[in-house]
C-alpha cells in the first residue's frame, strides 16, 4: 500500500512538471513571435532601401510674361511616378526617382466685350534627386534639384463658342531644370501622404524673352503614396 501511494504521488508529479514545462515553451514561443514582429514593424523604413510608388494631383501656374487684360487660374494636371530611397544614415536618405508629370497654365484674355480662354499643358519626365530627412514619427522632409524632359504639349483655346486644340511643341524648350522641396507623413504600414512646391529655373520658350519676366512653371503637387521595403 505504501508503494503504492509512492509511485501515486511520483506519477502525479511528474504530470505537474510536465505541464508546467510545456506551459512555459508555450509562453516564450509567444514571446519570441511578438518580439520578431515588433522588430520588423520598429524596422520598416529605416536603415533599409524602399521603393515607394505615388500618385496624385499637380496646381500649376506660369510665372512671367504676364500683361494687362489677363486672368490666370491653376492647371490641374496629373502627376504619377516613383523612387527609391537609399539610406545614408540614421535619418537621411537619398532619393532618385522617375516621374510623368503634367504642368501649364490656365487663363483668360479680355478682348473687346468678350473673353477667350486658354489652357496649356506641357507633359514632362522628370528625373529629381532629394536628399530626405526624418523628424518625429513619421515626418518627413525632402528637396533637391530636378530634371525635366518635355515629352508633349496640349494647347486648347475657345473663343465665341469655338474651340481649336493642338498638340506642337514648336517653340517650346524641350529641357527644364529646376528645385523641389516637400513634407510628408508615412505611417507604419507604408501609406503616406506629400506636399511639395516645385520650381523651374528655365525659360520654358526657346529665345531670349527680350526683358527680366522669363516664363518658368511653377507648382504645388499633392500626393499619396505607398513604400515597399527590400
Known amino acids: 500500500m505504501k508503494t503504492t501511494s509512492t509511485l501515486l504521488g511520483m506519477l502525479i508529479l511528474m504530470l505537474s512538471l510536465t505541464q508546467s514545462v510545456s506551459a512555459s515553451s508555450r509562453t516564450l514561443s509567444q514571446s519570441l513571435k511578438e518580439?520578431?514582429?515588433?522588430?520588423?514593424?520598429?524596422?520598416?523604413?529605416?536603415?533599409?532601401?524602399?521603393?515607394?510608388?505615388?500618385?496624385?494631383?499637380?496646381?500649376?501656374?506660369?510665372?512671367?510674361?504676364?500683361?494687362?487684360?489677363?486672368?490666370?487660374?491653376?492647371?490641374?494636371?496629373?502627376?504619377?511616378?516613383g523612387y527609391l530611397s537609399l539610406?545614408?544614415?540614421?535619418?537621411?536618405?537619398?532619393?532618385?526617382?522617375?516621374?510623368?508629370?503634367?504642368?501649364?497654365?490656365?487663363f483668360t484674355y479680355d478682348i473687346g466685350d468678350g473673353t477667350s480662354s486658354y489652357r496649356f499643358t506641357l507633359h514632362y519626365i522628370e528625373i529629381p534627386v532629394n536628399l530626405c530627412g526624418k523628424a518625429g514619427k513619421g515626418l518627413e522632409y525632402r528637396g533637391g534639384p530636378f530634371l525635366g524632359i518635355l515629352a508633349g504639349a496640349t494647347y486648347r483655346a475657345?473663343?465665341?463658342?469655338?474651340?481649336?486644340?493642338?498638340?506642337s511643341t514648336?517653340?517650346?524648350?524641350?529641357?527644364?531644370?529646376?528645385?523641389?522641396?516637400?513634407?510628408?507623413?508615412?505611417?507604419?504600414?507604408g501609406v503616406g501622404v506629400?506636399?511639395?512646391?516645385?520650381?523651374?529655373?528655365?525659360?520654358?520658350?526657346?529665345?531670349?524673352?527680350?526683358d527680366s519676366?522669363?516664363?518658368?512653371?511653377?507648382?504645388?503637387?499633392v500626393n499619396l503614396s505607398y513604400s515597399i521595403s527590400k
Open 158 to 167: 475657345t473663343y465665341d463658342g469655338e474651340s481649336f486644340t493642338s498638340g
Open 35 to 81: 518580439h520578431s514582429f515588433a522588430k520588423k514593424r520598429s524596422k520598416r523604413g529605416h536603415n533599409e532601401m524602399t521603393f515607394v510608388i505615388g500618385g496624385g494631383t499637380n496646381f500649376s501656374f506660369i510665372s512671367g510674361g504676364g500683361s494687362e487684360g489677363v486672368n490666370g487660374r491653376p492647371h490641374l494636371g496629373l502627376d504619377l511616378g
Open 170 to 189: 514648336d517653340g517650346m524648350r524641350m529641357v527644364e531644370f529646376g528645385l523641389s522641396a516637400g513634407i510628408g507623413y508615412r505611417a507604419e504600414n
Open 213 to 221: 519676366r522669363i516664363p518658368t512653371n511653377n507648382s504645388i503637387r
Open 194 to 210: 506629400s506636399l511639395d512646391i516645385v520650381k523651374g529655373l528655365t525659360n520654358i520658350f526657346e529665345g531670349d524673352p527680350g
Open 87 to 106: 539610406p545614408v544614415g540614421k535619418s537621411a536618405s537619398i532619393q532618385p526617382g522617375l516621374r510623368f508629370t503634367q504642368k501649364g497654365a490656365a
